[in-house]
Each structure stands twice: as C-alpha cells, then as structure tokens.
C-alpha cells in the first residue's frame, strides 16, 4: 500500500514546476500514450489559464526542451486531472500550501488566477489566506494578500467584504467553543488543557481566534476550510500532531478519504517529498484509528 501512495506522489513532484510554467510541443515518449496525455494536460492547462499555456516554453526551449512537455504531461495530464478532487479544491489547496510555505510569490499569483478560472471567488481566495495565516503566521499571510491585492486589480475585481459571522454568536470565545465542538472537540481540549498550567492565555487566544474569529468563519464550506488548513499543514513539514487533528476534523465534516489523500499527495509538488511522505504517513494512522 506505501508502495502505491509513494509511486502515485511521485508522478505529483512535476505540478510544482507547472503552477507558472507553459508548455512545449510533445516530443520523444512512447507515441500515442505520450500524445494522449499531453493533449489532456494542455487542455485543463489552457482551461485554468489561456493566455499563459505557453507563455514560458521559449524560456525552457534553448535550455532544456523536454521539460515543457513533462510538465503537460505529468503535471496537467496525469495529476491535474485525476478525479479525487474538483479544480476548485486542487486549487483551494495550492493556494493555502504556498500562502503557507511564504516563498512562492509568483506561482501563489499563478494559482489565485487559477483558482478564479477553477470557480473560486475572491472572497473565497482572501478567506484560503485567513486559514492559512493560522498555520504559517501573518507575515506570510500579509505576503499573499499582497500578492492577491495585484492579481485582483490586474483583472479590474473588487472584494466584496462578506457578512463572514452571520447567525452566529457576536461572543468569539462561543464562535470558537462552537466550531471546535463540530470538528475536534476532544483534541481542541486536550491542548487548551496542556496550557492550562504553564500558558493558559495562549491557549485562549487558540481557541478566540484560529476557531472565534479564522474557522468559525462562514465564507468557505466546512470542507473547503478542512482541505486548506490539511494542506496548509503538509506543506509546512513540522505540524504532525496538527495534521491528524485536521484529517479527523476534514473526515467529519463530510471530507472522503480520497480528497483528503489527493491532497496530501498534491503537496509533493509545492512542499517536497519529505513533508508529504511524513504528512501521508499521518493519513495513514488516522485513517487506521477511525476505520477510515
């Protein structure tokens, strides 16, 4: 089974190089199978973006020529279009991944542009960086909505502030207790608990404002949030314990294993191997420990 995941990754290593760059005429391969895949990775490329599918193929061509091609190939044509998960939630995930490694500025605007071809809104990208600036901070949260402010007035489009509590508790200690209580109750409280005797008010402001005043947020669907923050949590490398907690959460608010594999998988392209190998093997236990 870990052969499998791992082989599946590695096909996933190709997408970090297709999130800014075009394509290049297929060439060498096996024939048919190479025409075919190549055909299917330029026509979701060119969906998502259609006046940049070849924008850099005269950059790669004096350089190193086949590389175009392996990105349409295996970028677009195997990983892209692989059914686990919607265009919109593959981009939802890369935009929290990048928002959080905070090293990636242009492929993050490669992706925010995706993501409005894909069906994401700009409201729900804004919110995609409000998750993530949990994970990674908010330099880098401020980072990507600075990025996100120039792709939004290039394309001339106003963000449009949401009414993001509506019907809830205008209190944010009960926002927080409430969107706990939906996806990880018990592991939300064993960590307040763990701050109880040395940082208390640390483990307030986890529960005021990741859950009152980030998660408790109403503008992306329970799902959505859950891919984003799975995401956000690979892509860093160093947040094991948050990873199982968010799995656990995505598979409660109605996430399949599936989606919650793709996306793992997906961050081999963005975080490297390491980070989603290690994130995988989190997959694996909780999955394991809840018969998933």
């Not at 990775?41 to 924008?55: H, V």
């Not at 004096?62 to 295996?74: K, N, S, Y």
């Not at 804004?126 to 980072?143: D, K, L, Q, R, S």
């Not at 307040?192 to 005797?197: H, W």
């Amino acid at each position: 089974m870990i052969r499998d995941w791992r082989m599946s990754a590695a096909m996933a290593l190709v997408l970090a190089l297709a999130l800014a760059l075009g394509s290049h005429p297929a060439r060498g391969g096996n024939g048919m199978e190479t025409s075919e895949r190549y055909a299917r990775g330029m026509a979701a490329l060119t969906a998502l973006a259609p006046d940049k599918a070849r924008a850099v193929q005269e950059a790669l061509g004096g350089v190193a020529p086949d590389l175009g091609r392996f990105v349409v190939e295996f970028g677009y044509g195997d990983i892209f279009t692989r059914p686990g998960l919607s265009p919109e939630l593959r981009q939802t995930a890369t935009i929290a991944a990048l928002t959080a490694l905070g090293n990636a500025a242009p492929q993050l605007a490669f992706h925010m542009e995706a993501g409005l071809a894909a069906g994401l809104s700009a409201e729900a990208i804004v919110e995609i960086i409000y998750v993530a600036t949990v994970f990674a901070g908010f330099p880098a949260g401020i980072n990507a909505i600075g990025v996100c402010r120039e792709v939004f007035a290039a394309k001339g489009i106003t963000v449009t502030p949401p009414d993001a509590y509506a019907g809830q508790p205008a209190d944010r200690r009960e926002r927080g207790l409430a969107a706990l209580s939906v996806t990880s109750r018990e592991a939300g409280e064993r960590v307040l608990a763990s701050m109880g005797d040395m940082a208390p008010d640390f483990g307030g402001w986890l529960l005021d404002f990741s859950y009152g005043d980030v998660i408790s947020r109403g503008v992306l669907s329970p799902g959505a949030k859950e891919i984003a923050m799975i995401a956000a949590a690979t892509a860093r490398g160093t947040m094991g314990p948050q990873l199982a907690v968010h799995v656990r959460a995505g598979l409660a608010v109605g996430l399949t294993s599936e989606q919650i594999v793709e996306t793992v998988m997906q961050m081999a392209a963005y975080a490297g191997f390491p980070a989603a190998i290690n994130g995988m093997l989190v997959v694996r236990d909780v999955f394991a420990a809840t018969g998933s």
